[in-house]
């Protein structure tokens, strides 16, 4: 989908390497991030280091940001191991709970991990993180090579910003966020969504409390967004699956009143479930969203 640039978030980039920048965002079919080698030739045509640049697209990611409740726009930018580079924003919606949130590190994060990343190499934030967002990062594989990049300032690791952490290892849990673990739910003669929910749901992270889930959403262009569940060692930081699918929507360029179809599918034997908050979430954006929901067993 065709996304809009706004002029002002172009402002801190050499002229050479504006017009190759918006030709890849104006292009069809652009959804949030960059490929490895386009992002190599926009790095090579700025003549910036690394770190500037990604500095320097921090104001285009933040202006995907969804915050109709702060108005306060936060952008972040993650390199996943294969190097293709994500864009994040922050969400809120308005009506919503604000433990719906999806912080800007989250929404990259979540970006890189439904697009088939295994692993983050760096992440670069325009503010920073708050608490919550270090203890989510800290559930993360890898963690430990985990770089955090700031303006006006060196780079971090997670330990810097969180010493003396709490964490998976605490609960003598293996599993980490963006590790190769899969789940093998089926369903059957299921559609594309459902097809779509269950691959989320066999993606999901949830070695706490085993309600493996993934969400769904079709839109009215006929858009498929899927999110898989995000848990953490301190509940709190946990993103749903509904949110990570929304953050794909939105970075993709399309409205949450476009959603016309979600799927919820969940594990049935997990000690909490989605479906309250999902089904909250959908009706105060839009009563008329149809739910399916499927509760599955391995």
Known sequence: MTQ??????????????????????????????FSAQQYQTLLATSNMTDTEFKLALLPIAATR?????????????????????????????PGVQLN??????????????????TGIKNITINHTPCGHCRQFMNELNQVDELSIQLPNRPSYSLADLLPESFGPKDLDIEARLMDSTRQNYRFDNATSTIVNAIE???LSHAPYTHNHSGVALQTQSGGLYSGAYAENAAFNPSLPPLQVAIN?????????????????AENANGSISHLAETQTTLEAINPDITLEYLSLSQ
């Open 4 to 33: 809009h640039i706004h002029p002002e978030s172009l402002k801190n980039l050499p002229q050479a390497v504006v017009s190759q920048i918006t030709s890849l965002m104006q292009a069809d079919g652009f959804s949030g991030h």
């Open 200 to 202: 989320a749901l066999n």
């Open 248 to 264: 794909l929507l939105l970075l993709a360029g399309e409205k949450l009143e476009h959603i016309t179809t979600a799927v919820l």
């Open 65 to 93: 940001a969804y915050c109709g409740i702060s108005h306060f726009h936060v952008g972040a930018i993650a390199e996943g191991h294969s190097g293709n580079v994500y864009f994040g924003a922050n969400i809120e919606i």
């Open 100 to 117: 719906q949130t999806v912080h800007a590190e989250q929404s990259a994060i979540s970006h890189a991990w439904m697009k088939g990343e």
